[in-house]
């Protein structure tokens, strides 16, 4: 079976998983704190949007004849998911949710950022590394644009949003989770060897990115 994978379907598989242990981490925190109450939102995200991606190696969960489409529905169900728990435990506990929310993505983005120290010696080998994590549809929706790049910068940009069908789809405080994934594109940046600054400016439907030498 594994002869029909690329290793871009590793790549974006073990990008999909990242993003389900992000969610598990969060879920942990709030059921830490909130018990009960914390695990009914889990089971009903679960129940509405899908169960988790099982703990076995990608040939031998994936639909060989759908390669494409087995990966897309993934990435719908641990978007959506997330956003459904994110943003019900948020409207139930406020800004201690929010607390708890944020230090989980900022202990991700600091991990991940120490596996890529001497890989990001660019602002175009940082905009690299962050890609090998952080989830951004399928390679093939070309969501990114990189538009100017030199030693000290790299901006990219994206027109309207590849995540908000899938937030939505999760009824979800579209306001909150783009904060969030902007820490967690921060806290990395910043947790570099080479530190780097991410900034960020609006446009009406496009969105320009930058990333620079601090």
Request: glycine share 4%; with cysteine.
């Amino acid at each position: 079976m594994s002869a029909f994978l690329a290793p871009i379907h590793t790549w974006l598989f073990n990008k999909i998983k990242l993003a389900q242990d992000l969610e598990k981490d969060i879920v942990n925190l709030h059921i830490d704190k909130f018990k009960e109450s914390a695990i009914k939102i889990q089971k009903e995200a679960n129940d509405i949007y899908g169960q988790y991606i099982e703990e076995k190696p990608l040939e031998d969960l994936i639909d060989v004849n759908n390669i494409h489409g087995w990966l897309q529905d993934r990435i719908k169900e641990v978007e959506s998911r997330s956003a459904y728990i994110i943003t019900k435990y948020y409207d139930m506990y406020g800004e201690e949710s929010r607390d708890l929310t944020e230090s989980a993505y900022i202990s991700q983005a600091i991990k991940c950022a120490q596996n890529e120290n001497n890989k990001s010696d660019s602002p175009e080998n940082a905009y690299i590394s962050l890609n090998n994590y952080i989830l951004s549809g399928m390679p093939c929706d070309r969501a990114n644009s990189v538009t100017e790049k030199n030693e000290d910068y790299i901006i990219y940009e994206q027109n309207g949003c590849i995540h908000r069908k899938n937030y939505e789809n999760g009824q979800g405080n579209l306001e909150y989770l783009y904060e969030l994934r902007d820490l967690w594109v921060k806290t990395f940046m910043e947790s570099l060897n080479t530190k780097y600054l991410y900034e960020k400016e609006k446009l009406d439907d496009k969105t320009i990115n930058k990333i620079r030498k601090a």
